[in-house]
């Protein structure tokens, strides 16, 4: 099993600024991904954050808005850049450590944008 | 790519009826299911996993759910619910490099 520890766990953010979300993982993982829930909603995969290579983005986010960073195999970050009301969202990081493994969560990250 | 469809977007029913949540998924390639749970502002706990062997899978809580080649498709199921189990259900896919989730049944056990 893998432990997830995100933080901020939430956030109140002015638009234009942006905020940057770090998810530590208690162990070596694969696959680190960053999905966005709203509310009452599921999750919809951002991008997936592979080490040592750049991020890929699903259809309808950019890197630009969401730079992704994944430096070694236990962390990650997702930045919510020039923010508007409309990114006000939980912001969830998961790890995998394999194909066919299961994907553990962290707690997620609550972002406000007034 | 592979996708997941939840048919049923909300499920209420009676303590210590049956239940079955319904998912079906559609890949390309070999696919790894999954259930998740995520009950009020948590996070998303694994129910169970099938990635091969047997169809039947069994997890946490009671739940389990039965993989089907031919009708693409993951079920899960309850023999009898309680009150605790009201929460948010996502059936997911995995492929080789990413999990996808399907939208998700809000469970709703009423007494």
Known sequence: SAVISQKPSRDICQRGTSLTIQ???DSQVTMMFWY????????????TANQGSEATYESGFVIDKFPISRPNLTFSTLTVSNMSPEDSSIYLCSAGKGTGTEAFFGQGTRLTVV | AQSVTQLDSQVPVFEEAPVELRCNYSSSV??????YVQY???????????????????GINGF????????????????????????????????????????????TVKP
């Open chain 2, 64 to 107: 389990e759910a039965e993989f089907n080649k031919s009708q693409t498709s993951f079920h899960l199921r309850k023999p009898s619910v309680h009150i605790s189990d009201t929460a948010e259900y996502f059936c997911a896919v995995s492929g080789l490099n990413d999990m996808r989730f399907g939208a998700g049944t809000r469970l």
């Open chain 2, 30 to 35: 070999s696919v790894y299911l999954f259930w």
């Open chain 1, 36 to 47: 966005r829930q709203q509310p009452g909603q599921s999750l919809t995969l951002i991008a």
């Open chain 2, 40 to 58: 009020p502002n948590q996070g998303l706990q694994l129910l169970l996993k099938y990635l091969s062997g047997s169809t039947l899978v069994k």
């Open chain 1, 23 to 25: 998810c530590q993982v």
